[in-house]
């Protein structure tokens, strides 16, 4: 059974930071590719940042420069590293496994707030 459990958000103010934290377990952690999304209200999910199982990272545009994605396959655990937040970060954030070339191969995790307060 697969399992992701993300851990770290919560209220920070305007320029601070978080680091958000998902713990995977039932899948063969190191092949896997893993991601964060969010979604605000009213508005649809969106990618925030992927990493494959080769260490290969892409990032929405609006969090270039700001946020990093990591991997510990030791851990079974991928991390958001979120620096220098404002307002419009504010969302559920989500953590996403899935295998590239396997469409039906897709969980998600239960979701962490963040808010950021100006």
């Known amino acids: 059974q697969v399992q992701l459990v993300e851990s770290g958000g919560g209220l920070v103010q305007a320029g601070g930071s978080l680091r958000l934290s998902c713990a995977a377990s039932?899948?063969?952690?190191?092949?896997?590719?893993m991601g964060w999304y969010r979604q605000a209200p009213g508005q649809q999910r969106e990618l925030v940042a992927t990493i494959t199982g080769g260490g290969t990272t892409n990032y929405a545009d609006s969090v270039k420069g700001r946020f990093t994605i990591s991997r510990e396959n030791a851990k079974n655990t991928v991390y958001l590293q979120m620096n220098s937040l404002k307002p419009e970060d504010t969302a559920v954030y989500y953590c996403?496994?899935?295998?590239?070339?396997?469409?039906?191969?897709?969980?998600w995790g239960q979701g962490t707030q963040v808010t950021v307060s100006s």
């Open positions: 996403k496994a899935s295998r590239n070339g396997i469409p039906r191969y897709a969980y």
């Open positions: 039932g899948i063969i952690f190191s092949i896997t590719d």
